[in-house]
């Protein structure tokens, strides 16, 4: 039996009946992944030994008649913004190559309770900065679509490992899109639950009033079962919700469509969307119309300036918190030649140890924070992410969720915009919004362009803290296209198989 290109879910299914080990599951694709990775450079490090141990723990404990999750036994990718004991992590920076943490991220720690053996730490943009992987200081991720193109960012290890099937389970962080961008682009899932609802502690922070962690899948009630998986309070982070969503599992599957009415937002249905990016969601929207759902446009004339909002306020966080890589405490202290004063050793490091995209993020933001610019450019940020709340706030009274394109396009050609960085911040034209307003979104795949046979995402945006309804509907739209093709889209993708 092969276990590549199963769901977590039926994964999970076989192990608890006996009919698979972890061990067995873990080890071919541990296999897989090691064997073609170069191809796709999903991972930045692979660790056979723990993997595989964590593997027999998962096995012995079944063995004992315990099961500590739903998905006890399913091997994970983890991106490498996340602390691990046991294995370095970079985010995607020189800066910090080689760096062993001495604290699992709460994250870590709750999916090695739950008994899913870590395959490895994957790919991303350097501290979590782009949207295609290729500001990571060790080389760009691959879209298994089609390799010379972008898998996304700044989460392009994770959803390239899945759509590859290096991994049947990866996690990611969301700053303004950097899981559901990637989703879209691979035709895999990705969620990014409500602002809280999973511990930060342990993820190295780019901007701390955005960030979130949260699961990238082959399916929706993989991503489901994931966050039950990772959700819940924690007293190591003060943003942490301190109730319980409840279970995103039991949402999927009694998911329907009755009384179900969806808005549209009437500024992400204009010009600058591709076409076939275009006719794939309405697509979407007919299917739903065809189910009896309620449509209708809603008006959000503050997400027009969400964008310039966003590309104020997350670098003036990250300037805040990337001023601890000052080559004193951790990672990497480079000594220049002369008199070393700790301002010369500190600017020698940083200049050595960041890349282009986070200097033009650190100096953008430093300059939005300083004396006599804070009002008019932060202070004037902050005030339009209040009126992107009440927008939101204005059409969720009209409606139970909102669908809208996940991306603009389909995934670009690596190098193609690395150049041109309004281009790729216009990326996160559809997701930023959700991040702004602490609200949950999933990228859910609804097809393929006509132009490329590329991947395209519908993303679904639901009330802060009602992300059970996040899933509901996109459970609900991956089973009309599930239902077309016979599968989810993952299972369409190319096949790496080793040459």
């Known amino acids: 039996m092969t276990f590549i290109g199963k769901s977590a879910s039926e994964l999970a299914d076989l192990i608890a009946k006996g009919d698979a080990s972890s061990q067995e599951v873990t080890k071919e694709f541990f296999d897989r992944a090691e064997a073609l990775n170069h191809k796709t450079f999903s991972y930045l490090h692979l660790n056979r030994h723990t993997a595989m141990a964590a593997a027999k723990l998962a096995d012995d404990e079944r063995a004992a008649g315990k099961s500590a999750s739903a998905l006890h036994g399913v091997p ?278 960041f890349g282009p995209e986070v200097k033009r993020r650190i100096i953008l933001g430093t300059y939005a924070l300083s004396s006599g610019y804070y009002d008019a450019y932060y202070g004037s940020a902050q005030k339009v992410r209040t009126l992107i709340q009440q927008d939101l706030a204005k059409a969720f009274s009209q409606v139970d969720v909102l669908i809208t394109p996940t991306a603009p396009t389909t995934a670009f050609k690596i190098g193609e915009k690395v150049n041109d960085p309004l281009a790729m911040y216009l990326n996160d034209i559809a997701t930023i919004p959700a991040n702004l307003a602490g609200i949950p979104g999933i990228s859910v795949p609804n097809g393929l362009a006509k132009e490329d046979g590329l991947p395209s995402g519908v993303q679904v945006l639901a009330p802060a803290k009602q992300d059970a309804q996040m899933y509901r509907v996109g459970a609900l739209i991956e089973q009309l296209y599930v239902a077309e093709w016979g599968a989810p889209l993952i299972a369409k993708a190319p096949n790496l198989e080793v040459l």
């Open 76 to 353: 994970i990718a983890v991106k490498d913004v996340l602390t691990t004991t046991d294995a370095p992590t970079t985010s995607g920076s020189k800066i910090l190559e080689g760096w062993m943490p001495q604290y699992d991220a709460t994250v870590v720690r709750k999916l090695r309770e739950a008994r899913l053996p870590i395959l490895g730490k994957t790919n991303m943009d350097e501290f979590a900065m782009g949207s295609s992987t290729e500001y990571s200081a060790y080389g760009p991720s691959k879209n298994p679509w089609d390799l010379e193109r972008i898998p996304g960012g700044s989460g392009g290890g994770s959803s390239s490992a899945i759509a590859g099937h290096l991994a049947p389970l990866a996690i990611g962080s969301d700053t303004g899109g950097s899981i559901r961008f990637p989703a879209a682009v691979t035709g895999s899932v990705g969620a990014k639950p409500t602002y809280g609802a999973v511990s930060r502690y342990g993820a190295i922070a780019l901007a701390s009033s955005l960030d979130q962690i949260g699961p990238v899948t082959n399916t929706v009630l993989d991503a489901a079962l994931l966050q039950d998986v990772i959700a819940g309070h924690d007293p190591h982070d003060s943003t942490s919700l301190p109730e319980s969503l409840g279970s995103m599992a039991d949402a999927v599957r009694k998911a329907d469509f009755k009384g179900l009415k969806v808005g549209i937002v009437k500024q992400l249905s204009k010009d600058g969307f591709q076409e076939g990016v275009k006719e794939l969601f309405e697509d979407t929207v007919a299917k739903l119309v065809a189910q009896g759902v309620e449509v209708v446009e809603v008006d959000c004339p503050s997400f027009e300036y969400a964008v310039a909002a966003y590309y104020l306020i997350l670098p003036a966080e990250a300037s805040s918190n990337l001023a601890k890589f000052d080559s004193v405490r951790f990672g990497l202290r480079v000594m220049p030649e002369g008199n070393p004063t700790i301002e010369r050793v500190m600017a020698a490091t940083r200049e050595a140890g």
